[in-house]
T-cell receptor, first 112, second 113 residues
Framework: GEDVEQSLFLSVREGDSSVINCTYT??????LYWYKQEPGAGLQLLTY?????DMKQDQRLTVLLNKKDKHLSLRIADTQTGDSAIYFC????????????FGIGTKLQVIP | EAQVTQNPRYLITVTGKKLTVTCSQN?????MSWYRQDPGLGLRQIYY???????DKGDVPEGYKVSRKEKRNFPLILESPSPNQTSLYFC????????????FGQGTRLTVV
């Protein structure tokens, strides 16, 4: 079955860039997502990328996709304390229904 | 405001006492699903529904039931809760096959003692 892997924890200093990495196994993935979960809240979609794209930029966020290596990364420029959260990588397969497989989440800690 | 509403937000119950967690969306979305979130395991899909009266099992359906009698509601039913169902539960909805975004509820923290 599909599998999405992420590291558990990342700590960065305020103002630095954060890079959160993710690998996935499903070669038929159509969309890949990054969700953000703040304490006590649900998941909020940050950005997504189609599987036929290499890069997507949205303000401070840059998503890079290496389809050959099945590697996805999220770069947050000028990281702020408000970016402290858990970040989930997720992929949607090309099957007939919208099955989305999530990684375990990377906890980003921003040090002031 | 577009939203997915779950109730209750917090629930402590005893083993074997049937409970229902409600989920309602106001976006006329076809697709709804339930996830549980556990430390070190991320989000695992319990059940999903592609439309009214169409439901199917996700990755961890044991011990759960769902129903989809109306488009907006997708309740999660635990007929006989057990302590291993202590978890944080999320309901999500999205518009359809080509839609990329799932909207999540705020979560229900369930403790079964």
């Amino acid at each position: 079955g599909e599998d999405v892997e992420q590291s558990l924890f990342l700590s960065v200093r305020e103002g630095d860039s954060s890079v959160i990495n993710c690998t996935y196994t499903d070669s038929s993935s159509t969309y890949l997502y990054w969700y953000k979960q703040e304490p006590g809240a649900g998941l909020q979609l940050l950005t997504y990328i189609f599987s036929n794209m290499d890069m997507k930029q949205d303000q401070r966020l840059t998503v890079l996709l290496n389809k050959k290596d099945k590697h996805l990364s999220l770069r947050i420029a000028d990281t702020q304390t408000g970016d402290s959260a858990i970040y989930f990588c997720a992929e949607k397969d090309s099957g007939g229904y919208q099955k989305v497989t999530f990684g375990i989440g990377t906890k980003l800690q921003v040090i002031p | 405001e577009a939203q997915v509403t779950q109730n209750p937000r917090y629930l402590i119950t005893v083993t074997g006492k049937k409970l229902t967690v409600t989920c309602s969306q106001n976006m006329n979305h076809e697709y709804m699903s339930w996830y549980r979130q556990d430390p070190g395991l991320g989000l695992r899909q319990i059940y999903y529904s592609m439309n009214v009266e169409v439901t199917d099992k996700g990755d961890v359906p044991e011990g759960y039931k769902v129903s989809r009698k109306e488009k907006r509601n997708f309740p999660l039913i635990l007929e006989s809760p057990s302590p291993n169902q202590t978890s944080l539960y999320f309901c999500a909805s999205s518009a359809g096959r080509m839609n990329t975004e799932a909207f999540f509820g705020q979560g229900t923290r369930l403790t079964v003692v």
